[in-house]
C-alpha cells in the first residue's frame, strides 16, 4: 500500500488527530529501518584522520531524565547529527528541543518513566534542564562545524553515516552508553596531540581567543 493510500485511509476512518500520531509511528518506523540498514557501516574507521590518544575517567553527571543514547544511536542507529543539529554549521552542537523528541514520543514507548517525564515536560511547556558533560574553559575556542568539516564532510571517503566514529574522537563511544559521561580528557595535551597527528593548525590563537 502507498503511503498516500493509508493516509487517506485512516483519514476517513479516524480522523485528523489520529492520523498525525499515525504519520509520528511512521516515521519513527522509517528512522529505525535507516539505522538496520547501515549497521553494518556504523563501527568503520574515519579514513584520513588518527583519533587522539588519552583517556579519562570522569565522574556522572546528573541529568533530568536518563537519556539512553544506546537505544537511539547504537539499536536504532539514528544518526547523531540528527539530534545534535547545530553541530555541522557552529561552535556548539546543541540539545534537541523537546519537540523533536515528542515527534516520535508522543506515539512511542509512552509507557516508560523516562518517556512520561519527557511528556511531563512537554505539558508543562518546560525543557528539561540538561546538565553539560563535556565542557571547556571559556578561555578555549572549539567549534564543532570546523571538526566535521575535516573529518567528515571534506574527508574524502568518509560516509556521513558514520559520523558517531568522528564524534568519539572527543566524546568516547557514546552510542555504546545510556547517560554521557565524559572519557576523554579534553585538555591542552590531548588536542595538540590531535593537531599534530592530523595536520590541525600550530597557532595559538585559533584555540585561544
Request: glycine share 6%.
Amino acid at each position: 500500500m502507498l503511503v498516500s493510500d493509508y493516509i487517506n485511509s485512516r483519514q476517513r476512518r479516524v480522523g485528523r488527530a489520529s492520523i498525525k500520531r499515525s504519520l509520528a509511528a511512521l516515521f519513527a518506523l522509517m528512522i529505525g529501518l535507516g539505522g538496520m540498514m547501515s549497521v553494518s557501516s556504523v563501527h568503520a574507521e574515519v579514513p584520513n584522520a588518527v583519533p587522539p590518544k588519552g583517556d579519562h575517567q570522569g565522574e556522572d553527571v546528573p541529568q533530568p531524565i536518563e537519556f539512553p543514547h544506546d537505544i537511539h544511536a547504537d539499536i536504532n542507529g539514528i544518526n547523531c547529527m540528527y539530534c545534535h543539529t547545530y553541530a555541522r554549521r557552529s561552535k556548539v552542537a546543541g540539545i534537541p528541543p523537546t519537540s523533536k523528541c515528542m515527534g516520535c514520543h508522543s506515539v512511542i514507548a509512552t509507557d516508560k518513566p523516562r518517556i512520561q517525564k519527557l511528556t511531563e515536560y512537554w505539558e508543562n511547556k518546560e525543557s528539561p534542564q540538561w546538565n553539560k558533560v563535556h565542557d571547556v574553559p571559556d578561555f578555549v575556542h572549539f567549534t564543532h562545524e570546523k571538526h566535521l568539516q575535516r573529518f567528515v564532510f571534506n574527508n574524502e571517503g568518509m560516509d556521513v553515516d558514520n559520523v558517531s566514529e568522528v564524534c568519539a574522537f572527543c566524546h568516547g563511544d557514546v552510542k555504546k552508553m545510556t547517560v554521557a559521561h565524559k572519557v576523554k580528557p579534553l585538555n591542552m595535551g590531548f588536542c595538540v596531540r590531535c593537531h599534530e597527528a592530523n595536520e590541525g593548525p600550530s597557532d595559538c590563537w585559533k584555540c585561544h581567543k
